[in-house]
């Protein structure tokens, strides 16, 4: 491998895993003490609700690591008979792969096996065993944020419903909704984190631009759900019909953007559907080329519609039920997202890396296109095809005119 290509893993990267799967467990231990606290103050219906979105949510994350796991088979065995991959990656069969992922357990032994095999190359710094190792963070960081996505966003949503309905807030309520924005703040992050290891050039995430990066996200996912569940405290009828209405043009746009993600057409539609449920709560880029104004129209048309969301609460509202939380309530709503989007472009100008690695010390701004270009790492044998396509997706996006100048700049250095 030349240094443009150089794999990297270390103690951090291994420590990222680790916190991972503990903030995995986590959200598991609570919604088992979320749901079990219901139960035990005989309110089946929420209860069942709760296990009801856990339920669905694990279904949904199995089905895309099974997906995955059947269509990059073929291409472990191969590298496993040429030598390229030691065979006791690939010896867990067909069948209990399948029986795995039917007991709601495939994601947790993809954690497994990445702890093993990530203590195990921590010590012998194999090269094979690294791309391994890469590959699999890959996924399990994609499947971390559907999770996340998935359970955690609607189970917030209805956790705040269910306090504000009621009018009165429980330790172990508090202790789950915390929890839960911090999840999925950290599984984004983790996810950006795990884009970059997809790229040949590119720098490892320092410790500022993850925690801005981190900050950001919990900042604009915050007044979404909040949004939401005010508007699901005096419509809850609606607020499925609202969601279809979202989600709706989200899927025609995603269609739209022509996604190549998984490995037939019925996976692609799913996969799509999938996009179109994260775009109803965050921001998530499928496609290549400029994000900016797809991130402009995003943000706008989501403040407009929090604000539509907040106003009708704010209309329909109990005055003297809810005269104890409102003011501070929509305060914290507007000045969350607003600041969320101010500490994004901030990010994103001063902290967003453009430029390789062989030439830079710190991270760099988009803006400076004409230096140089982050390139995919297509001289390794084992590739995660998922997170290449959207790390190209995430980082590529210059226009044609400045890709021949960033060569031409690369040629002089």
């Known amino acids: 491998m030349g240094s ?40 089946y219906f929420w209860a069942g609700a709760v296990l009801l979105v856990v339920l669905f949510c694990s279904v949904v994350v199995q089905m ?24 006791f990656k690939t010896t867990v069969g067909d069948g209990a792969l399948r029986l795995l992922h039917g007991l709601q357990l495939g994601f947790l032994v ?14 012998e710094r194999d090269t094979v065993g690294l791309q ?44 789950s909704i915390v929890a839960s924005f911090l999840s999925i703040a950290w599984a984004i992050l983790d996810f950006h984190k795990s884009l970059r290891s997809s790229l040949s050039d590119k720098m490892h995430l320092k410790f500022k631009s993850a925690l801005i990066y981190f900050i950001f996200n919990l900042l604009l996912i915050c007044p979404r759900i909040c949004s939401i569940a005010l508007f699901a405290t005096i419509f809850k009828h609606y607020v499925l019909l609202h969601f279809a209405l979202i989600c709706l043009p989200m899927f025609i746009w995603t269609c739209q953007q022509g996604t190549d993600f998984m490995n037939n057409i019925p996976e692609e539609v799913f996969y799509r559907g999938a996009v179109a449920v994260i775009l109803y709560f965050t921001w998530l880029n499928v496609a290549a080329g400029k994000t900016i104004i797809r991130q402009i129209i995003y943000h706008s048309f989501l403040a407009v519609d929090c604000g539509i969301l907040v106003g009708f609460w704010w209309i329909y509202r109990d005055p003297v039920l809810t005269a104890s939380y409102t003011l501070p309530l929509l305060i914290a709503i507007s000045s969350s997202y607003f600041l ?18 062989d030439l830079l010390t710190t991270d760099e701004t988009d803006i400076q296109q004409e230096v140089g270009f982050r390139s995919i790492c297509e001289s390794r044998p084992l590739i995660n095809k998922r997170m290449q396509i959207l790390s190209k997706c995430f980082y590529f996006s210059k226009p044609e005119g400045n890709r021949r100048r960033s060569n031409m700049e690369e040629t002089k250095v």
């Open 132 to 175: 391994y190792i890469i590959y699999l963070i890959n996924d399990i960081s994609m499947l971390r944020l559907f999770e996340s996505i998935f359970e955690s966003a609607p189970q917030l949503t209805l956790m705040l419903y269910i306090m504000m309905l009621k009018n009165q807030m429980k330790l172990h309520q508090c202790f």
């Open 4 to 43: 443009g290509d150089e794999l990297r893993f270390s103690l951090h990267d291994l420590i990222f895993i680790c916190l991972g799967l503990a903030t995995f467990l986590f959200d598991l231990g609570t919604d088992v003490w979320v749901v079990a606290s219901f139960f035990e103050a005989g309110d």
């Open 64 to 87: 895309f690591s099974w997906c995955w796991f059947a269509g990059d088979r073929e291409q472990l065995k191969s590298l496993s008979n040429s030598g390229l991959l030691p065979p």
């Open 340 to 357: 969320g989007v101010i500490v994004k472009c901030t990010y994103y100008k001063y902290l967003h890396p453009t430029l390789t690695a």
């Open 110 to 123: 993809r954690y497994i096996t990445a702890l093993e095999v990530g203590f195990r190359m921590h010590k």
